[in-house]
């Protein structure tokens, strides 16, 4: 499992994919690097699986092609690509037991049983499924199943691992503490991880690397920070947690936007979209206390919902819906439904998307 | 819980109680009056096996005979019905419907109806012999399509044909296609893929295919009668004979039996190997 990290470990060149009419991947170019855990974020219908599944050999590309460690792959099916995938359903053996699932891939490439023996006790315990070994699998519950798809999958020890929707299947509470066995793995195994998800926080608490899709085409990679803060599109920046959307102009490096307030900003002229986000906004009851250099609004609250830690506020302001979340012990006194308060940002929170 | 007890058992009576008067007692009947003797057209209570004893040595020529033919009539259909439900599973797409409909619009049209229209068809002015003499292969018509085990093979596997689809493709249905998929991306080649992960999971529906040909085969006595010819020898002719004209119950039900019995170990034998064969490691 230890690649050259220098190199790319998976490329994909204007890989293309039409089903009919509809083009599913449109001319996608993406670089995976040895020890990455990608994830592969987007909406249902972007083309996210279709992507993952010519990763894997289970479609072949219209056109471009897809090397993966230095071969071109383009044209192999799955069993000869260095790649295992854990897929959606697990898709496990129902007439196998556990051990029987996991060993079936080594089998096939007629390891001598003691080793066979030996690599499946390993994964088994790393994936913590001890005392399973003989059961059938499909008495075990969907944690389980995960298990077992996973293990089957990491001990080809494959390049790339590919997740599809892995926990997409499993109820919140199994949900986030698989989250955390797979980093672990991934950190254990040192490998290369890609998943697809529509999970934007599933995304966020795993990768190291997101990538976002839209109607086939990449729209924008980095880590989830990067994307957080930077967003490149109003789609991206209502996909990954929740925007405030003001749209305005720029002219002379200076950005006016339609709510009437206006900051500095170097740009070429035109539209501009201006995201703020939920968190980056304070609430107080009086103009006052809030410094010159900040944005602010004025408003009236509609609705304030308690989330436990946070507050998130539903806020008129301008003739438009402004959320903004506090943490719950910062909220000032006295304020219910109705009350009217100012808001405030600091103009570094603004990022201007100009979109064509 | 206990009113759905009174439920279950209640919609079983039906069933049950067909099933009971009309097979299983006649059938324990039956197997008593196999250890009886006959004199002069009188049963007589007894408890001899010399009517088994004369089944194994006068008719073990039929008994070979009708094993041997009821094995290939259940083989070639279940093979057959397999690749037809294999078609209808995985490689026909949205056209799969329509092909299952077609399975069981052949159901319509009765058992004799079939066995008669393969007799035109093989007979001496049947389609075949006609068909053979315009095209000049033939000056005269021939008589070997007619009246031998292979005229019983065809129509009794072109009878049975869909009934032993619908066994297969039920199994394959259930089959997730993502574990064929996973099989695959684990280095399976497509044989491999068929061998580990399809058969073991169709078993049951193969089984029941096979059975049912098999069994029915191995019972028939009509069709044998009709297309099989004089030296088609099926034991069911002979249990025919022994009950309608020669009015011998007891060697008729030891016949009978012995078919029963060698029927299920023959049964027994091909399910355990399979399972034996297919079993994962």
């Known amino acids: 499992m230890n ?52 990763i894997a050999g289970f479609m072949l590309p219209d056109s471009g092609t897809i090397e993966i460690d230095g071969v071109d792959v383009t044209r192999h099916g799955p069993e000869r690509r260095p790649t ?78 590919l997740l599809d929707e892995p926990l997409a299947a499993l109820d919140l509470k199994l949900r986030k503490s698989m989250q955390e066995e797979l980093r672990r793995i991934h950190q254990s195994i040192g490998g290369t991880f890609v998943f697809v998800t529509h999970d934007q926080e599933e995304a966020m608490s795993l990768a190291n690397r997101i990538v976002i899709m839209q109607d086939g085409k990449l729209i924008q990679e980095g880590t989830a920070r990067e994307i957080y803060d930077r967003p490149k599109t109003r789609f991206v920046s209502t996909f990954i947690g929740e925007a405030n959307l003001f749209s305005g102009y720029r002219k002379d490096d200076k950005v006016v936007l339609d709510i009437g307030l206006t900051f500095s900003n170097a740009g070429p002229d035109g539209h501009v979209d201006n995201v703020v986000r939920p968190e980056a906004i304070t609430v107080s009851h009086s103009s006052g206390s809030i410094q010159n250099d900040l944005m602010t609004l004025k408003g009236k609250i509609d609705d304030i919902i308690f989330l436990g830690p946070y507050i998130n506020c539903r806020i008129t302001a301008a003739k438009r819906m402004v959320t903004v979340l506090v943490s719950s012990s910062s909220l000032p006194e006295g304020m219910t439904s109705g009350s009217d308060v100012f808001l405030a940002w600091r103009p570094e929170d603004n990022t201007v998307i100009n979109e064509k | 819980m206990k009113s759905y007890r009174a439920t279950t058992i209640s919609l079983l009576i039906p069933s049950f109680s067909i099933f009971g008067f009309i097979f299983v007692a006649p059938l324990l009947y039956f197997f008593v009056v196999s250890f009886w003797r006959k004199k002069r057209f009188q049963l007589i209570p007894d408890a001899t096996i010399t009517n088994y004893v004369q089944v194994l040595e006068e008719y073990t020529r039929p008994l070979w005979f009708t094993f041997g033919v009821a094995t290939i009539i259940g083989l070639v259909t279940t093979i057959l019905a397999f690749v037809f439900a294999y078609v209808i599973r995985f490689k026909s797409g949205r056209y799969s419907l329509h092909l299952l409909f077609l399975v069981l619009i052949t159901l319509f049209g009765g058992y004799l109806t079939k066995i008669y229209v393969w007799k035109t068809i093989l007979g001496q002015t049947g389609i075949l012999n006609t068909a053979l003499m315009m095209l000049n292969i033939i000056d005269e018509p021939i008589m070997m399509f007619l009246f031998n085990p292979m005229a019983v093979v065809i129509s009794l596997a072109h009878y049975m044909l869909p009934l032993a689809v619908l066994p297969i493709y039920g199994a394959l249905r259930s089959i997730d296609e993502t574990s064929l998929r996973g099989a695959l991306d684990l280095g399976a080649s497509r044989f491999r893929v068929f061998w580990d992960i399809v058969l073991p999971q169709c078993q049951m529906g193969i089984m029941a295919a096979f059975t049912l040909t098999f069994l029915f085969a191995a019972g028939d006595w009509v069709t044998p009668k009709l297309v099989g010819g004089p030296y088609t020898s099926m034991i069911g002719t002979f249990i025919q004979y022994q009950y309608g004209s020669r009015f011998n119950q007891p060697l008729g039900s030891a016949m009978a039996f012995t078919v029963i019995a060698i029927s299920l170990l023959i049964l027994v034998t091909i399910a355990l190997v399979g399972k034996r064969i297919l079993k994962p490691r």
Do not use: W
Not at chain 1, 22 to 47: K, Q, Y
Not at chain 1, 103 to 121: C, F, H, S, T
Not at chain 1, 135 to 143: A, D, E, M, P, Y
């Open chain 1, 84 to 161: 295992n995938m854990v897929f959606q359903g697990y898709g496990l053996f129902p007439h196998m037991n556990v051990r029987q699932n996991v060993a079936y891939g080594l089998r096939l490439r007629k390891m001598p049983r003691a080793k066979i023996d030996q690599r499946v006790n390993e994964i088994i315990e790393l994936v913590d499924l001890k005392g399973f070994e003989d059961r059938n699998v499909t008495q075990l519950s969907g944690g389980q199943m995960q298990r077992v798809a996973l293990s089957r999958a990491l001990i080809m020890r494959p390049k790339v691992l």
């Open chain 1, 3 to 54: 690649q050259n990290t220098d190199h790319p470990l998976v490329q994909l060149t204007a890989v293309t994919k039409q089903f009919g009419h509809t083009v599913a991947v449109h001319l996608l170019e993406l670089t995976i690097s040895a020890g990455d855990f990608l994830a592969i974020l987007g909406p249902s219908g972007c083309g996210k699986t279709t992507l993952l599944n010519m």
